[in-house]
Protein backbone atom coordinates (compact mmCIF):
# COMPACT_ATOMS: atom_id res chain seq x y z
CA UNK A 1 0.00 0.00 0.00
CA UNK A 2 1.71 3.42 -0.63
CA UNK A 3 2.81 5.93 2.07
CA UNK A 4 0.75 8.78 2.45
CA UNK A 5 2.20 12.11 2.36
CA UNK A 6 2.60 14.02 5.94
CA UNK A 7 2.35 17.24 6.09
CA UNK A 8 2.15 18.76 9.28
CA UNK A 9 0.39 22.09 8.18
CA UNK A 10 -1.76 22.78 5.05
CA UNK A 11 0.97 25.37 4.12
CA UNK A 12 3.67 22.58 3.49
CA UNK A 13 1.65 21.00 0.32
CA UNK A 14 2.72 24.14 -1.09
CA UNK A 15 6.13 24.41 -0.78
CA UNK A 16 7.58 23.22 -4.26
CA UNK A 17 9.30 19.78 -4.82
CA UNK A 18 12.96 19.95 -5.76
CA UNK A 19 13.56 17.43 -8.64
CA UNK A 20 16.77 16.41 -9.00
CA UNK A 21 16.71 13.43 -11.52
CA UNK A 22 14.53 11.25 -13.87
CA UNK A 23 11.31 13.50 -12.54
CA UNK A 24 12.97 16.84 -14.12
CA UNK A 25 12.44 14.86 -17.53
CA UNK A 26 8.99 15.48 -18.85
CA UNK A 27 7.74 12.80 -20.45
CA UNK A 28 8.57 10.60 -17.12
CA UNK A 29 6.89 13.24 -14.60
CA UNK A 30 4.00 13.25 -17.13
CA UNK A 31 4.18 8.84 -16.49
CA UNK A 32 3.75 9.72 -13.06
CA UNK A 33 1.86 12.61 -12.09
CA UNK A 34 -0.73 11.90 -15.29
CA UNK A 35 -1.18 15.96 -15.89
CA UNK A 36 1.51 18.46 -16.21
CA UNK A 37 -0.43 21.18 -16.71
CA UNK A 38 -1.18 23.07 -13.55
CA UNK A 39 2.52 22.93 -12.67
CA UNK A 40 5.08 25.35 -12.66
CA UNK A 41 8.67 24.82 -13.14
CA UNK A 42 11.78 27.13 -11.77
CA UNK A 43 15.22 25.81 -12.63
CA UNK A 44 17.27 25.62 -9.48
CA UNK A 45 20.57 24.63 -7.34
CA UNK A 46 21.34 22.66 -4.18
CA UNK A 47 24.37 23.52 -3.11
CA UNK A 48 26.52 20.95 -0.42
CA UNK A 49 25.00 17.74 -2.77
CA UNK A 50 26.28 15.72 -5.86
CA UNK A 51 23.72 13.74 -7.86
CA UNK A 52 24.72 9.73 -8.28
CA UNK A 53 23.93 7.00 -9.41
CA UNK A 54 22.04 3.89 -7.06
CA UNK A 55 24.32 0.59 -7.26
CA UNK A 56 22.81 -1.21 -10.41
CA UNK A 57 20.50 0.94 -11.03
CA UNK A 58 20.11 3.82 -13.96
CA UNK A 59 18.46 6.73 -11.53
CA UNK A 60 20.04 8.87 -9.26
CA UNK A 61 20.11 9.88 -5.63
CA UNK A 62 22.24 13.04 -4.12
CA UNK A 63 25.05 12.57 -1.13
CA UNK A 64 26.48 15.18 0.71
CA UNK A 65 29.29 17.00 -1.03
CA UNK A 66 30.20 20.30 0.55
CA UNK A 67 31.97 21.16 -2.67
CA UNK A 68 29.23 19.99 -4.97
CA UNK A 69 25.76 21.44 -6.35
CA UNK A 70 23.15 19.71 -7.77
CA UNK A 71 20.87 21.30 -10.66
CA UNK A 72 17.42 20.64 -10.52
CA UNK A 73 13.62 21.89 -10.63
CA UNK A 74 11.16 23.66 -8.13
CA UNK A 75 8.26 22.38 -9.53
CA UNK A 76 5.00 24.38 -7.70
CA UNK A 77 1.20 23.61 -7.78
CA UNK A 78 1.36 20.18 -7.25
CA UNK A 79 -2.02 18.82 -5.58
CA UNK A 80 -2.51 15.99 -2.79
CA UNK A 81 -2.91 13.44 -5.69
CA UNK A 82 0.27 14.31 -7.65
CA UNK A 83 2.13 13.82 -4.03
CA UNK A 84 0.87 10.59 -3.75
CA UNK A 85 1.73 9.67 -7.25
CA UNK A 86 5.42 10.68 -6.75
CA UNK A 87 5.73 9.52 -3.23
CA UNK A 88 4.53 5.71 -4.91
CA UNK A 89 7.10 7.03 -7.87
CA UNK A 90 9.87 6.92 -5.61
CA UNK A 91 9.26 4.12 -3.51
CA UNK A 92 10.76 3.09 0.07
CA UNK A 93 14.04 3.85 -0.94
CA UNK A 94 13.32 7.87 -0.78
CA UNK A 95 12.28 10.08 2.33
CA UNK A 96 10.66 13.07 1.47
CA UNK A 97 12.75 15.80 3.59
CA UNK A 98 13.16 19.85 3.52
CA UNK A 99 16.20 21.48 1.71
CA UNK A 100 17.24 24.67 0.83
CA UNK A 101 17.84 25.29 -3.29
CA UNK A 102 18.78 28.45 -4.60
CA UNK A 103 16.40 30.20 -7.30
CA UNK A 104 17.23 33.41 -9.15
CA UNK A 105 19.90 34.10 -6.10
CA UNK A 106 17.73 33.45 -3.45
CA UNK A 107 17.16 30.31 -1.05
CA UNK A 108 14.02 28.62 -1.46
CA UNK A 109 12.43 25.74 1.04
CA UNK A 110 11.33 23.24 -0.83
CA UNK A 111 10.95 19.17 -0.13
CA UNK A 112 13.71 16.72 -1.97
CA UNK A 113 13.29 12.34 -2.46
CA UNK A 114 16.30 12.11 0.22
CA UNK A 115 17.73 8.22 -0.32
CA UNK A 116 17.27 6.66 2.47
CA UNK A 117 20.58 4.71 3.04
CA UNK A 118 23.72 6.71 1.29
CA UNK A 119 25.31 2.81 1.50
CA UNK A 120 23.36 2.33 -1.92
CA UNK A 121 24.71 4.87 -3.45
CA UNK A 122 27.94 4.98 -6.03
CA UNK A 123 30.08 7.68 -5.81
CA UNK A 124 29.29 7.88 -9.90
CA UNK A 125 27.99 11.43 -10.89
CA UNK A 126 24.40 11.46 -12.94
CA UNK A 127 23.13 13.95 -15.39
CA UNK A 128 19.84 14.02 -17.12
CA UNK A 129 21.29 14.67 -20.31
CA UNK A 130 23.77 11.36 -19.91
CA UNK A 131 20.58 9.49 -18.70
CA UNK A 132 18.04 10.80 -21.58
CA UNK A 133 21.11 9.99 -23.95
CA UNK A 134 22.16 6.64 -22.49
CA UNK A 135 19.44 4.86 -20.01
CA UNK A 136 15.69 6.69 -20.83
CA UNK A 137 14.23 4.31 -23.80
CA UNK A 138 15.25 1.38 -21.19
CA UNK A 139 14.27 2.69 -17.87
CA UNK A 140 11.25 1.03 -16.62
CA UNK A 141 9.00 3.30 -14.48
CA UNK A 142 8.06 -0.02 -12.21
CA UNK A 143 11.89 -0.70 -11.37
CA UNK A 144 11.68 2.68 -9.64
CA UNK A 145 8.76 1.80 -7.79
Not at 37 to 52: E, K, M, S, T
Not at 70 to 79: N, P, Q, R
Request: charged fraction near 20%; charge should be negative.
Amino acid sequence: MPRQPIFNSADEKLVPLFAYGTLRDADTLLLVVKNSDHLVFQPAVLQGWRAVFWRGRSYPGVIPDPAGSVDGELISGLTAVDWQNLITYEGEAYSLEICRPSFQGKIHQAWIFMPCHYHDLTTHPWTLDDWQRFHKNSFDIEENS
